[in-house]
Each structure stands twice: as C-alpha cells, then as structure tokens.
C-alpha cells in the first residue's frame, strides 16, 4: 500500500452534508443546510428547457454567456452604480463555493495571509491552505457579532493579502454597515491588500437596509472580488450557479484558473437565466418574500423559549440556549434532530477553536407549513 500525506488533516465531512443526511435519517424536519423546500419558478425551468431544445448543449464560452454577464452587469450598475465590463471583469462560476476557491488560488502564495472573521463559511480556510496560505482569524462574537476594527489594524502587516467579507453574513445573519465600509476603507489604503467579498446573500435583506457591496465603493471596489449566487437568488441551489465580478487585472488572473478548474459552466442554463432575469421584479421582490418568512418564523420560535439573535439578512435566524442548558451546541443541536424531530447548525463548528457561545443556526427558506411544523415541534419538546 502506497501512503498519501493528507493536505487538510483536520477536515472531514463538512457539517452541512452531516446534518442533512442526518435529518433525513432520522425523518427530522431539516433546518440544517441552508436551501429552500420549496420549487424555483416554472418560467424559468421552460426557459432553459427552450435553451436546450434550441441546440444550447455544447460548452458555453469560459467566461461565461454573454447574454447571461451582460446581465449581471446591467443589474450590477443599476443596483449599486458600479460598471462592470462583461467581456474582461464578470465570469460565470458553477456556484459561490467554486468562485471562492478560485479567486483565493488566484492570489495567495506560500506564507501570505489571510485575514477571516469567525465564525466563517467553512470553505475559506481549507481554500487558503491548500494554497500555503496562513489563516489569521478574528473571532466575532454574539450577540451582535461586530467586527473590532482595532483588532483587525493590529493583524495587518506586510505579508497581509487578502481579507474575506461575507455580509449578509453566514451564519449570523449580521450584515455590514456604513461604519464597517469606513473602517475597511481606512485600514487598506494605501496598503498591498486585496478583498473577497462573499455576497451570495446579497439579495436577502431586510428591514429596508442597505447591502454595501464592495461594489459600492470606488477605493474597495478596485481591489475586490466579488461572489455572487444564483442558486440563493432563483431558489434553485442544486444548479450550482454563481458568478463572480473583479477589476480586470483581477479577474484575468481568476479567469487562468478558472479555465483549468471548471473550464465553463452549464450553457442551457446560462442562456435560461439570462432570459429570465430581464425581469427585474425577481431579484427586486426578493427582500420582501424572505422578510416574510424570517418574521413568521421568529414569531413562532419566540414562544419555545430559545433566545433570539437578530437577523439581518441571509436564510438564517439564530438563536441562543445557554439558560436552558450547559449542552455543546453540537450535542444538543444532535439531541433536538433526535429528539425533537428538527435539525439545525451547531455554530462552534465555524470556529477554528470551537468556540461554543451555545448558539444554533436555522434556516428560514422553508413552506410556511414546513416552518410551522418545526415550530410546533420545539414547542412540543418542551425545551
Ligand atoms: N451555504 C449553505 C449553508 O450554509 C450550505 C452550502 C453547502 O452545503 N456547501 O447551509
């Protein structure tokens, strides 16, 4: 037998694979992974059927269809004024998780660091080792997990090279806000240091607040890559659809090794959604169709006794149980799937340490009746 050396020694299955094949094997109700139970339009199902019957069946160009970046473009500017040229600066990524892998190869080196906020999306720091980069984490913490700027100025130094944002932020639902912009902006001026903005929740906003994308701001804007999500937008996370957006100088490098780790992605479906998204009340709409969810579903978990956390924007509400029980919130995230029938998210797992502030991650993209039943199960369960 030959031997291998693993390259991420301390990665396993990620949580998100655990936790729904859990759910489903106990017949849990699966607030675990965040994606809706419910189906993306039949409009745009019959429109990328027409790309196919059309003959749209062979590789879509690299960068991606143009119809499809020429739209994105024109969503990016009329959303947040940026100008995005689609043949040098947007490409088509089989999902966030792939445009994040790749935009963080494209950049890092052995020994240059990374500056991450945790608790992160897991897919950050796996991505910056394989390439011999060096995570610096900073750990936020609830209930309204701020980033501490003074912090943040002590970690950057000559070796900083990039640091990763994610607003609507997962799992926390918190969101970034004009100060942060400011703090940022201050921080990276006139310094070497590039910015990875996780966006995918970028439409799933609430309350009339602002998503201040990188986009937004000249100075961030220049040294940014942003990722974006079709499947969050179209309800449709199975397709595996993304895109990210950088300055040309950027995005050419991206695009180096975008080519040799997918090539391109899904032509039908390109051509599909780009035909749908020339109505703009899709992506308009959605800030309201969530809001609703997440004020259903607050209102039914208020009376099972777990403290609510305020959530901003994203799929997800979290809550805090540390008065009903010392518990990890692994152990009892395992016990409600058990025993309550409901599955969800441990937060210590985005942890580098496991920190375990007893904080639990549902997610709201569910049927009013899906929600309801989870509900009444917690309620049920007597917490
Ligand atoms: N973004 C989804 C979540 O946070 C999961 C994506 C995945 O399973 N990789 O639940």
């Not at 499809?68 to 088509?92: C, F, M, S």
């Not at 945790?118 to 900073?138: Q, R, W």
């Not at 809001?291 to 994203?314: I, M, N, V």
């Not at 799937?337 to 599955?343: F, N």
Request: with cysteine.
């Amino acid at each position: 037998m030959t031997s291998i050396v693993s390259k991420l020694p301390q990665v396993g299955t990620t949580i998100f694979t655990t936790m729904s094949a859990l759910a489903a094997e106990v017949d849990a109700i699966n607030l675990s992974q965040g994606f809706p139970d419910y189906d993306c339009s039949p409009e745009l199902i019959e429109l990328v059927n027409k790309a196919m019957k059309d003959g749209h069946n062979q590789y879509a160009p690299m960068a991606g269809v143009k119809a499809l970046r020429e739209q994105i473009a024109y969503k990016t500017e009329k959303l947040h004024g940026a100008v995005y040229n689609p043949d040098t600066e947007i490409t088509v990524t089989a999902g966030g998780t792939q445009a994040i892998f790749t935009a963080i190869s494209a950049v890092i080196h052995p020994n240059d660091e990374v500056i991450i906020f945790e608790p992160a999306f897991d897919c950050y720091a796996p991505a910056i080792k394989l390439m011999g980069g060096i995570v610096k984490s900073l750990e936020l913490e609830p209930p309204d997990y701020r980033i501490a700027w003074d912090m943040v100025k002590k970690l950057v130094n000559s070796r900083t090279k990039l640091i990763i944002l994610n607003s609507p932020h997962n799992p926390t639902a918190t969101i970034l806000r004009k100060e942060d912009i400011e703090e940022l902006s201050a921080i990276v001026k006139n310094q070497n240091i590039l910015i990875l903005s996780d966006e995918v929740y970028e439409h799933l906003i609430y309350d009339g607040e602002t998503h201040h994308s990188m986009a937004r701001y000249p100075e961030l804007q220049q040294r940014s890559f942003i990722v974006a999500s079709f499947g969050k937008l179209l309800h449709a996370t199975g397709w595996k659809i993304g895109y990210c957006l950088a300055p040309a100088y950027l995005m050419q490098e991206f695009r180096k090794v975008h080519q040799f780790l997918v090539f391109s992605v899904n032509s039908a479906m390109q051509y599909g959604i780009a035909e749908y998204l020339k109505n703009e009340d899709i992506y308009l709409s959605l800030p309201g169709f969530f809001q609703q969810k997440r004020d259903h579903f607050r209102k039914g978990l208020a009376q099972t006794g777990l403290e609510l956390l305020p959530s901003y924007g994203s799929y997800f509400q979290s809550v805090k149980y540390g008065h009903l029980t010392l518990e990890s919130d692994t152990d009892f995230a395992l016990r409600l799937i058990k025993e309550a029938g409901v599955a969800c998210i441990p937060t210590s797992v985005f942890y580098t340490q496991g920190t375990d502030y007893r904080v639990l991650r549902f997610c709201f993209a569910k049927k009013q009746e899906t929600l309801d039943d989870a509900v009444n199960r917690l309620i049920e369960f007597k917490l």
